[in-house]
């Protein structure tokens, strides 16, 4: 039987026996924090290999300007963080994970200090600030503003000193390879040798996020939900796809690259102010600019359109001048860039896509349904985040998951390549005549139609009409064979954006960062629920 092209299972052709081959113990898929803290827990008993689409330098992490929450003053309590981690996270949070990451934070967290992360210090202690949602300041920041590539460096510089880990560039993962349910590795193409299958007894996927799905997102390049399409090709069970989070501040300057803002400004007194100079928070929630991410973005989208504006401003002329520069030194090198004087100007924002809450089902040791693969930081749906991530705990749940993978692939010692049983795979893609779309055409299509259609609030019409749209595409980009990563990014940005409009469709209600305009209240009876989906279900409808 000939597979429907939308339902393919391999993006390319494979012939196992001829194919150019690398054997490990342990794969790791990118090197984000949670990619890199897994493969430092695997090289303590197997030889493990990284590989990245890009620089390693390039993912999500390195990006994440806010910080990483933990209790780590002894004001602060478990007690505290779990509360605001649940609260957030609008009834369908795991309790157990979310108890499992709290406590293990502030010990990994001392950790990545001892491996060299720079954070900002205050009496020899690790200075923590307040971020919306939080009932206590216990978000740790480094470089004022650049927590993200702090840590990274610090773990990238401990991996690159490791003899059992080996990172590969420019290496973009095609495929899982299967047998029966089981993973065996990956097919990928490396930008100088081509097409190698990677034969693994672990593989670790830590993708990270699909930002770039969207028009308007603060994510890198490299964000364009290849995580999700492989797992979901795989056989993986995804769930709470629909689950996308909104980051509420990105700098809009026309013409210009978004931009992240970081809430932290809000945190520590910035004020959002409409076209017409009004402090609106207020209209909309009690706690204003420190309400949950999805409220406030909410807000500012509710905000523009009564004032028929393209953006709202941050007010943070309050704030003295050199204290702003030496607290948030990426965000003032970023505004002055802009001629923006921030003891006389307001900062032009509005929200973007910024983190899929959503993901790969994991358990609370990052197994998925796949035997022998694991998932770890922002490609996983560990259970943590339920319907709304609370700010700065990605980092956190990264650097926990991270570990916890790691650990699970090091603690099995016969899972080696020495003891690996290979099988044959050959998979040939029939031929098509169809006519052959421009993909990059389709793929600033489909930014624009998810925006639209996909986005801050949702309809049902228009998720329909998104998946009609999706799969046109899907018949003409799904069954061509590419042989370079631009094709199969957008083979992935089809696949994985058609599920997210699917899964948000089923869910018929509004929780946390998913909301219905004609279905505006939580429906606890219906849907205090995951939304899940995987391949077979899919063909079995």
């Not at 029966?180 to 097919?187: A, E, R």
């Not at 709304?388 to 080696?416: C, D, H, M, P, Y």
């Not at 930014?447 to 996909?454: F, G, H, K, P, S």
């Amino acid at each position: 039987m000939t597979e429907k092209s939308e339902f393919r299972r391999y993006l390319v052709n494979i012939d196992s026996i001829s194919a150019h081959q690398l054997f490990t113990d342990c794969l790791v898929i990118g090197a984000g924090i949670a990619g890199l803290r897994a493969a430092l827990e695997a090289a303590e008993h197997h030889r493990v290999i990284i590989v990245c689409k890009g620089k390693a330098e390039e993912s999500n992490t390195f990006k994440a300007q806010g910080g990483i929450a933990s209790v780590l003053d002894k004001a602060d309590t478990f007690e505290s963080h779990i509360a605001d981690t649940l609260r957030t996270g609008c009834g369908i949070c795991d309790e157990a994970v979310v108890d499992l990451v709290v406590h293990q934070g502030p010990e990994l967290v001392e950790q990545l200090l001892e491996w060299g992360t720079e954070f900002d210090l205050s009496e020899n202690h690790i200075a923590a600030t307040l971020e919306g949602g939080h009932s206590y300041p216990r978000v740790a920041h480094a470089h004022g503003d650049e927590t993200g590539r702090a840590i990274a460096e610090a773990l990238l510089d401990r991996v690159r000193h490791n003899p059992n880990i080996r990172i590969m560039e420019n290496f973009f993962t095609i495929d899982l390879l299967t047998d029966n349910n089981k993973c065996m590795g990956i097919i990928g193409h490396e930008r100088k040798r081509g097409p190698q299958i990677i034969w693994a007894a672990n593989t670790i996927l830590a993708t990270g996020g699909a930002g770039r799905l969207y028009r308007e997102t603060t994510n890198p390049e490299v964000a364009t939900g290849d995580g999700i399409a492989m797992a979901y090709r795989a056989g993986a069970v995804l769930r709470d796809l629909e689950m996308v989070q909104f980051h509420p501040t990105t700098l809009y300057i026309a013409g210009a690259t978004r931009a992240l803002i970081t809430e932290t400004l809000r945190g520590e007194g910035a004020i959002l102010v409409d076209s017409k100079g009004r402090h609106f928070m207020k209209e909309y929630h009690e706690a204003a600019e420190l309400a949950p991410r999805d409220i406030v973005s909410r807000a500012i989208l509710a905000q523009m359109r009564k004032t028929e504006s393209t953006h709202v401003y941050l007010d943070v002329r309050h704030f003295d001048k050199a204290y702003f520069a030496k607290r948030f030194p990426w965000i003032n090198e970023l505004v002055e860039s802009f001629d923006i004087d921030i003891t006389h100007d307001l900062i032009p924002v509005r929200p973007s896509a910024h983190y899929m809450v959503g993901g790969v089902k994991t358990d609370s040791s990052a197994k998925t349904s796949v035997e022998n693969l694991y998932a770890c930081g922002e490609i996983a749906s560990t259970g943590l985040h339920g319907a709304n991530r609370l700010g700065s705990n990605s980092l956190l749940e990264g650097l926990v998951f991270g570990k916890i993978a790691g650990q699970e692939v090091s603690k099995n010692k016969r899972a080696t390549a020495a003891h690996l049983k290979r099988p044959i795979i050959k998979h040939q893609i029939p031929h098509s005549d169809r006519t052959r779309l421009d993909t990059a055409d389709v793929r600033n299509s489909l930014r624009a139609l998810m925006w639209r259609n996909v986005g801050i609030t949702r309809l049902d019409q228009p998720l329909s009409e998104a998946q009609e749209i999706i799969r046109f595409w899907q018949r003409y980009v799904m069954d061509k064979i590419f042989d370079s990563p631009a094709g199969w990014e957008c083979q992935n940005k089809l696949t994985a954006s058609l599920l997210i409009a699917q899964s948000a469709q089923q869910r018929r209600e509004s929780r946390g960062v998913h909301y219905r305009r004609d279905f505006p209240k939580i429906d606890d009876e219906n849907f205090k629920k995951h939304i899940k989906i995987s391949r077979k279900s899919e063909e079995n409808q």
